[in-house]
């Protein structure tokens, strides 16, 4: 009933920029907090950075200068301005949402497909 799409993901060379988008759809009350999560190859899911409903961001210490979360509540859309891209950032990146469900009017967890960013010369 909840569906989150990841796109702008692709192949970047060092240093230079890409935006993601997560598309927000389907029955829900609303959104709350709003994350994007990475994972490399061979390594655990981590938390890239989040925001409240409210415009509250924060950053892992890796992403920190470079990127950029946001959010458009009216079109139910997250972003993540990537720059100064390094070979590190290689990963799928997931939008991770705490959704208001309407049935219940309460939070859950949805997660998208994700979309890999390859950061390579």
């Known amino acids: 009933q909840v569906q989150l799409v990841e796109s702008g993901g692709g192949l970047v060379q060092p240093g230079g920029s890409l935006r993601l988008s997560c598309q927000a759809s389907?029955?829900?009350?609303?959104?709350?907090?709003m994350r994007w999560y990475r994972q490399a190859p061979g390594k655990e899911r981590e938390l890239v950075a989040d925001?409240?409903?409210?415009?509250?961001?924060n950053y892992g210490d890796s992403v920190k200068g470079r990127f950029t979360i946001s959010r458009v509540n009216a079109k139910n859309t997250l972003y993540l301005q990537m720059n100064s891209l390094k070979p590190e950032d290689t990963a799928v990146y997931y939008c991770?949402?705490?959704?208001?469900?309407?049935?219940?009017?309460?939070?859950?967890?949805?997660w998208g497909q994700g979309t890999q960013v390859t950061v390579s010369s």
């Open positions: 925001i409240t409903r409210g415009g509250t961001t």
């Open positions: 991770n949402a705490a959704v208001i469900r309407r049935a219940t009017m309460s939070a859950l967890g949805y």
């Open positions: 389907g029955s829900f009350f609303s959104i709350n907090d």
